[in-house]
C-alpha cells in the first residue's frame, strides 16, 4: 500500500505573478473606484471573517461589506469575477513540478488539501494540468469543512500516517495537531530538481 502525500495549493505548488492584494487592487482599478478608496487590508479581514467560517460567497459578502464601508456603487458580483480573474491569471506552477509530481506519483498517493471556494480552486488545478497524478482534491468549500477537519479526518482515514506539505506555518501546526507528518515547503524555493529534495525529506 502506498503511503499518501498531501500537499497544500496556493504558494506551496504555486507561485503567483501577482499578489493577492495586487489583485484586488486591479479589480478594483478596472472599475474605475479611485485610489482613495482601495484598500486590500480592509477588504482582506473582511473575506477572511466569511471565509474562515466557510459562509457561502464569501468574496461577494466581503465586497457588499467593503462598498458599505467606503459608500461605493459597483457591481459587487462583477468586482468578484474580475478579481477571480485576476486570481487566476496569477497563479503559474513552481518550476518542474509537472516532473515532481510524476516521480512522486509512482511511489505514493498525492493528495490536494486546500482552503478555497470550489470553482476557483477547481480552476486552478485545471491550469496546472497536474490532475492526472493527484488522486484525491479537498477543498474546504466543497467538503463543507475547515483544513483542520479535513486534516484530521485524513489522519484517521488512513493505514499509514499521511505527509502534509505546505508553505503555511498556520498549515503545519494544524496538521501536526491532527497527528499528521508534515514538511515545511516552498516548492518555489528548491532549485532546478525539487523532487530530489522531497525525497531526502521522507527517507
Not at 486591479?26 to 467560517?53: K, Q, R, T, W
Not at 503559474?92 to 498525492?110: G, I, M, Y
Not at 493528495?111 to 496546472?128: S, Y
Not at 503555511?168 to 515545511?184: H, M, Q, R
Amino acid at each position: 500500500m502506498k503511503r499518501k502525500l498531501y500537499f497544500n495549493l496556493d504558494l506551496t505548488l504555486t507561485k503567483m505573478i501577482e499578489s493577492f492584494d495586487e489583485c484586488f487592487v486591479e479589480a478594483m482599478e478596472s472599475l474605475d473606484v479611485s485610489e482613495d478608496d482601495i484598500d486590500p487590508e480592509l477588504y482582506s479581514e473582511l473575506f477572511f471573517d466569511y471565509f474562515g467560517d466557510l459562509k457561502e460567497n464569501p468574496r461577494k459578502k466581503a465586497l457588499d461589506k467593503y462598498c458599505e464601508r467606503k459608500d461605493l456603487d459597483i457591481d459587487s458580483e462583477e468586482a468578484v469575477r474580475r478579481y477571480c480573474n485576476k486570481e487566476l491569471n496569477s497563479v503559474k506552477p513552481t518550476e518542474n513540478l509537472t516532473e515532481v509530481l510524476e516521480k512522486l506519483s509512482k511511489d505514493f498517493r498525492l493528495g490536494i488539501i486546500t482552503a478555497g471556494t470550489t470553482r476557483l480552486q477547481k480552476d486552478k488545478l485545471e491550469k496546472l494540468e497536474i490532475l492526472e497524478f493527484i488522486d484525491e482534491v479537498l477543498i474546504t468549500y466543497q467538503e463543507g469543512k475547515t483544513k483542520a477537519e479535513i486534516l484530521k479526518d485524513v489522519e484517521e482515514e488512513s493505514d499509514m500516517t499521511p505527509i502534509y506539505f505546505s508553505n503555511s506555518e498556520l498549515d503545519i501546526e494544524k496538521a501536526e495537531k491532527a497527528g499528521i507528518k508534515t514538511v515545511y515547503m516552498e516548492f518555489a524555493n528548491l532549485g532546478k530538481d525539487p523532487s530530489e529534495k522531497v525525497m531526502e525529506v521522507l527517507r
